[in-house]
């Protein structure tokens, strides 16, 4: 209880932050990336798990205060060192279902470009992460034929591994076979290699200098990490942060407020 009125007030904050510009003043002042990963009304909201009402709130209050981009358009920026001041892209993780028949749809009604990081061997699978092993509702993930249309209707996807590995605790091995394995199932399925990479579990505990250069080495572009923050006007492609989006704001405007106060 004390926890949502907290929120409550946070929001209210935030609102106030908003209206005065505050919000886009901040914006100016760096390169945003967020993270979604599951959008889904039967389901409880959890770390991961967004309801579509709050999802499509989310993205309006992107538009109204930043320029949302591809995160294509910010990585070429960052390798030609070129500002990214004031822009935002959307991402996803993992390849849930609900990315293909609930986010995309607001996201094209609303005019919302993001990207796909989907785990390769998850897709049109029946594979249940532990993460999801105490889950009422049993999750499915997106079919081959879904992640298509999701890139010729315009989204881009990108690599997260095959199996979900940690690349801050496997060995050098295991992250090579991995990645090997998820750039050739999707060139294979979307017929051309992935130049965008987005780490698994994205702490900084699953990431690892030898990773990174193995990433490189593969031709990705960028490595993309989850455990928050936003990044400087002009950034290293392969040292990203992304604000991940789940229970914890209760609204967009809390969101605001916590950005304006740069607690992301």
Known sequence: MLLDVKKSVKSAVGRVAAA????DRRANQAM???????????????????????FTAFCQF??????????????????????????LSVTFDDGYEDNFSVAAPILKRLNVPATFFVTTGFIGSTIVPPWDDAL????????????????????????????????????????????ETSQAKLERELGKRASLFAYPFGGQGDISEHARDLIKE???????????????????????????????????????LEFTLGRL
């Open 136 to 179: 009422s509702i049993p999750q499915r993930w997106m079919s081959w034929t879904q992640v298509r249309t999701l890139r010729t209707q315009g989204f881009d996807i990108g690599c997260h591994t095959d199996r979900h590995v940690s690349l801050g605790s496997d060995d050098a091995t295991t992250i090579r076979n991995d990645l």
């Open 62 to 87: 992107f538009l109204r205060h930043f320029q949302v981009v591809p995160l294509q358009e910010q990585i070429a920026a960052c390798r030609q060192g070129r500002a990214m001041g004031g822009t």
């Open 32 to 54: 945003t990336i967020v993270a979604f990963h599951r959008v889904n009304d039967a389901l409880p909201e959890d770390g991961i798990t967004c309801r579509s009402e709050k």
């Open 218 to 256: 593969m031709g990705f572009e960028c490595c993309l990490s989850c455990f928050g923050g936003t990044n400087p006007v002009t950034s290293d492609p392969y040292h990203l942060q992304r604000v991940s989006i789940g229970e914890w704001f209760a609204s967009p405007h809390q969101f605001a």
């Open 20 to 23: 005065t510009g505050a919000v």
